[in-house]
């Protein structure tokens, strides 16, 4: 039996073919819809009906490419939200993790989330697991709304990105825990929503998706006569860590893609509001602290190289190409000691001590990368707090994948040791070890609480 791994990221759609020995197929990628451009500042936004089209449209070409394919399963981007109606027509665009705008100030120069956290007591800002910061669905929703209030006749459904999929796709309103809990709505105490929080956003009004605790079939939809089960949307950061085997005591896990997460495994739940917890396996969590430099912040600095090459040189080199030449030159000749610093908070980007005797562009890069050591050290430092360090650090990511300059850099910095990854994808990895696991009797429990049974409804016509 062969099943389609979806991973809908936030720059790239990709996709495989599996099957029940393990074998992979048929890989495609294709660019997500652009972000609407032309707003504020630290909003991102992406039209919801351009994205459900899009994975439509790869979910039919692989169909048609392979007849035997029994089911469909997803990992999605997290922390993003959008409101639908009844008939799974967006009321709102689709707000990203990317999204910043609860750091907007009002009249009175306090931004949003102050204004928030007033509403919220903090014991159920606790319990959700997810601190109060820029990037949540609940935060950025909230504003949202105040700026667009919605008719009160409208029934309104709550969804994340992988449960407005599904809706399309079978009709079905679920949404793995592991897409729920990083809205900022659940309380990882129960492993459901939590009313006070919905009562506190204004939400107390919507319909939330149903909330899965397996990996097992949720509905189904009909292609061209044929059936096709629909699974679960797990969390792409899951789902990569389960891709790459998973992480031992000693072990973190580190992703620089667009932006930058690292993570610990632990047993059991440890509310702490010093990083943000995130469901797992089989009772486990991942501790972790997102928000880190990934590549968005390299892309300034190789954008800065492109535009001087061509607005002065009249060049114009690609990106790929230009970061191909900056790992080489960094690779070249002895490390040196940028006399620079970099760094990055809330109010933006600022590059410090410059030299007037050598600045050039390998003290530049040498600046930035020596930035993330200081940043991933430091996150270290809180994820192990009271523990011993990590001895290892698995990569993923395709800024890191792919570089094994970057990955020794990172292993000096660390003093890790950072092994070569696997060349695949790894969410598809995982999600590819789930969806072969779906007619288990047992399916795999990603939380340790009763598991309600789920009744997918009648197959929906795609």
Same mark, same amino acid.
């Given at each position: 039996m062969r099943y %389609?791994?979806? *991973?809908?990221? =936030?720059?790239?759609?990709?996709? @495989?073919?599996?099957? #029940?020995?393990?074998?992979?197929?048929?890989?495609r990628k294709v660019p997500m819809p652009n972000?609407?451009?032309?707003?504020?500042?630290?909003?991102?936004?992406?039209?919801a009906s351009a994205i459900r089209g899009l994975v439509l449209a790869?979910?039919?070409?692989?169909?048609?490419?392979?007849?035997?394919?029994?089911?469909?399963?997803?990992?999605?981007?997290?922390?993003?939200?959008? %409101?639908?109606? *009844?008939?799974? =027509?967006?009321?709102?665009?689709? @707000?990203?993790?990317? #999204?910043?705008?609860v750091l907007e100030r009002d009249s009175t120069g306090e931004p949003f989330s102050a204004a928030l956290?007033?509403?919220?007591?903090?014991?159920?800002?606790?319990?959700?697991?997810?601190?109060?910061?820029?990037?949540?669905?609940?935060?950025?929703l909230a504003h949202w709304l105040a700026e667009n209030p919605l008719d009160s006749h409208h029934a309104v459904r709550v969804h994340t990105l992988g449960s407005f999929l599904i809706a399309s796709l079978s009709g079905e309103h679920v949404t793995h825990i592991t897409n729920a809990a990083p809205l900022g709505l659940v309380d990882l105490r129960l492993g459901s929503w939590s009313p006070d929080l919905c009562a506190s956003y204004g939400f107390e009004n919507f319909t939330l998706p149903?909330?899965?605790?397996?990996?097992?079939?949720?509905g189904e939809f009909t292609y061209l006569g044929r059936t096709i089960a629909v699974h679960p949307d797990v969390g792409d950061h899951q789902a990569s860590i389960l891709g790459g085997g998973g992480l031992g005591a000693d072990e973190v896990a580190i992703s620089l893609g667009t932006a930058g997460i690292i993570a610990r495994q632990v047993d059991g739940l440890e509310l702490n509001v010093q990083y943000e917890n995130r469901p797992y396996f089989d009772g486990s969590y991942l501790q972790t602290i997102s928000r880190q430099p990934g590549g968005r912040l390299a892309?300034?600095?190789?954008?800065?190289?492109?535009?001087?090459?061509?607005?002065?040189?009249?060049?114009?080199?690609?990106?790929?190409?230009?970061?191909?030449?900056?790992?080489?030159?960094?690779?070249?000749?002895?490390?040196?000691?940028?006399?620079?610093?970099?760094?990055?908070?809330?109010?933006?980007?600022?590059?410090?001590?410059?030299?007037?005797?050598?600045?050039?562009a390998r003290e530049l890069f040498t600046a930035l990368f020596a930035s993330y050591g200081v940043a991933y050290s430091a996150a270290l430092d809180r994820l192990f707090e009271g523990a011993p360090r990590p001895i290892r650090a698995h990569v993923n990511g395709g800024m890191v994948s792919n570089?094994?300059?970057?990955?020794?850099?990172?292993?000096?910095?660390?003093n890790l040791d950072i092994p070569t990854p696997p060349e695949q994808n790894m969410a598809l990895l995982g999600l590819s070890i789930l969806l072969r696991g779906v007619d288990s009797a047992t399916p795999r429990d990603l939380m340790p609480i009763p598991h309600l049974p789920d009744h997918p409804?009648?197959?929906?016509?795609l």
């Open positions: %389609l791994a979806i *991973d809908v990221g =936030s720059s790239v759609l990709k996709s @495989l073919v599996v099957d #029940d020995a393990g074998t992979n197929s048929l890989p972000a609407t451009r032309g707003l504020r500042k630290g909003r991102h936004e992406s039209d790869h979910i039919h070409e692989a169909l048609d490419a392979c007849p035997d394919i029994a089911g469909v399963g997803f990992s999605t981007q997290m922390h993003g939200i959008l %409101l639908s109606d *009844d008939d799974n =027509s967006p009321l709102t665009p689709f @707000l990203s993790w990317q #999204d910043e705008r956290a007033d509403r919220i007591p903090s014991e159920h800002q606790v319990s959700s697991g997810v601190p109060l910061r820029p990037g949540i669905g609940a935060g950025a149903r909330v899965l605790h397996t990996f097992s079939r949720v892309e300034t600095f190789i954008r800065l190289v492109a535009s001087v090459g061509r607005e002065i040189f009249d060049c114009d080199i690609g990106e790929q190409e230009l970061w191909h030449d900056v790992y080489r030159m960094l690779g070249e000749g002895s490390v040196v000691d940028s006399p620079a610093t970099v760094s990055v908070d809330e109010s933006g980007m600022s590059i410090q001590g410059i030299s007037d005797e050598k600045f050039g570089n094994e300059w970057l990955r020794n850099h990172l292993a000096d910095s660390l409804t009648e197959a929906k016509e």
